[in-house]
């Protein structure tokens, strides 16, 4: 079965750039998108159809495609960005879910 | 404003019945795919299900295919999920999320979620 990898944690030093991979077979074929989600709360789509930030996500977050990765990457990353990600994609008719990264920024 | 609002969560013991709701409000609800995701204590987000639009053709999880049943009902505007021989392992937070315009297959509107706990 398709699964989607991601590296369990990542840390990062404030107003520095933060890299979360997220890799599957052929990944680069089919849309990422990507998910913020502080504790106690719902997720948010931060980044879909591989690199487009909806309305209200600061510009600091971008993503990319290609090969078998997808990238989210944080640009100045700030205390508030301090939260678990979690890539998705669509395959076979199913959603997939990478199983999180613990972004921590100290 | 889009809200998404999941209601019908609790305690169940092992083998029982529970149907969660989802009122959603602020945009046109006939015209979206929508999906469930559960959160485990601790884990991550999984897929459960989806139904297209009008409710003609649905997916599921194989962890709950036979188990479970989505449905909707546009008139009133609202998600269900039918969930029967409920195991400990079904415990989680379950969320209700829109899928994006045109069937896009990213989740840009989610609930508050309800939290379904199985234990005898």
């Known amino acids: 079965s398709y699964e989607l990898t991601q590296p369990p944690s990542v840390s990062v030093s404030p107003g520095q750039t933060a890299s979360i991979t997220c890799s599957g077979d052929k990944l680069g074929d089919k849309y990422a998108c990507w998910y913020q989600q502080k504790p106690g709360q719902s997720p948010v789509l931060v980044i879909y159809q591989d690199d487009k930030r909806p309305s209200g996500i600061p510009e600091r977050f971008s993503g990319s495609n290609s090969g078998n990765t997808a990238t989210l990457t944080i640009s100045g990353t700030q205390a508030m960005d301090e939260a678990d990600y979690y890539c998705q994609a669509w395959g076979s008719s199913t959603v997939l879910f990478g199983g999180g990264t613990k972004l921590t920024v100290l | 404003e889009v809200q998404l609002v999941e209601s019908g969560g609790g305690l169940v013991q092992p083998g029982g019945s529970l149907r969660l709701s989802c009122a959603a409000s602020g945009f046109t609800f006939s015209s979206y795919w929508m999906h469930w995701v559960r959160q485990a204590p601790g884990k991550g987000l999984v897929w459960v299900s989806h139904i297209n639009s009008d409710g003609s053709s649905t997916t599921y999880a194989d962890s709950v295919k036979g188990r479970f049943t989505i449905s909707r009902d546009n008139a009133k505007n609202t998600l269900y999920l039918q969930m029967n021989s409920l195991r400990a392992e079904d415990t989680a937070v379950y969320y209700c999320?829109?899928?994006?315009?045109?069937?896009?297959?990213?989740?840009?509107?989610w609930g508050q979620g309800t939290l379904v706990t199985v234990s005898s």
């Open positions: 999320a829109r899928d994006g315009i045109g069937s896009t297959h990213y989740f840009d509107y």
